[in-house]
T-cell receptor, first 114, second 111 residues
Framework: NAGVTQTPKFQVLKTGQSMTLQCAQD?????MYWYRQDPGMGLRLIYY???????DKGEVPNGYNVSRLNKREFSLRLESAAPSQTSVYFC?????????????FGQGTRLTVV | GNSVTQMEGPVTLSEEAFLTINCTYT??????LFWYVQYPGEGLQLLLK?????DKGSNKGFEATYRKETTSFHLEKGSVQVSDSAVYFC??????????FGKGTRLSVIA
């Protein structure tokens, strides 16, 4: 009963380093999302993918890229990390074609950029 | 556009007190509404939802009623416990698009 799995759980990067956050879901959901959570800001959408092969920008896409590798996996890449990207990152998935369905979240990745 | 406004926290209550966390929304059409809870160090979990006007969502003693006339979805619980300490997020889904979240309200319940 895995649901949405994110790796890693914690990461420290130096400014300018790159990394990829991994996300996989086993619920056969068509839509997947990346959010970041910052104090006082709530959850802000970075990118999302409504279906395999498509991706769209959210509210705060600058500095990030995504790949929808297949229906299960949706990765988030930071090409050149900046201290402003220190945050907790959440991946989520959902059946978006049904308006009344909720999103399921992973446990989060706590990223610190020094 | 679509947006959610919820009361700012933190909210601190004594055990067994009554809880209300206000949530109002702006949306086109008839969105679905959700409350999520985030316990320390964890991801968000769905607490309850309502998909049409006058629906009441309920779970674990929490309730919220979809009020279209006041565009509100306030979260209530009659008697909070220490274990309810968490961050609560109100969210809406306006259609075949990502959920839109409020900024969250931190609740602390003291024994």
């Amino acid at each position: 009963n895995a649901g949405v799995t994110q790796t890693p759980k914690f990461q420290v990067l130096k400014t300018g380093q790159s990394m990829t956050l991994q996300c996989a879901q086993d619920m056969n959901h068509n839509s997947m999302y990346w959010y970041r959570q910052d104090p006082g800001m709530g959850l802000r959408l970075i990118y999302y993918s409504a279906s395999e092969g498509t991706t769209d920008k959210g509210e705060v896409p600058n500095g990030y890229n995504v790949s929808r590798l297949n229906k299960r996996e949706f990765s988030l890449r930071l090409e050149s990390a900046a201290p402003s990207q220190t945050s907790v990152y959440f991946c989520a998935s959902r059946v978006e074609t049904l308006m009344n369905t909720e999103a399921f979240f992973g446990q989060g990745t706590r990223l610190t950029v020094v | 556009g679509n947006s959610v406004t919820q009361m700012e926290g933190p909210v601190t209550l004594s055990e067994e007190a009554f809880l209300t966390i206000n949530c109002t929304y702006t949306a086109t059409g008839y969105p679905s509404l959700f409350w999520y809870v985030q316990y320390p160090g964890e991801g968000l979990q769905l607490l309850l939802k309502a998909t049409k006007a006058d629906d009441k969502g309920s779970n674990k003693g929490f309730e919220a009623t979809y009020r279209k006339e006041t565009t509100s979805f306030h979260l209530e619980k009659g008697s909070v416990q220490v274990s309810d300490s968490a961050v609560y997020f109100c969210a809406l889904c306006p259609g075949n698009t990502p959920l839109v979240f409020g900024k969250g309200t931190r609740l602390s319940v003291i024994a």
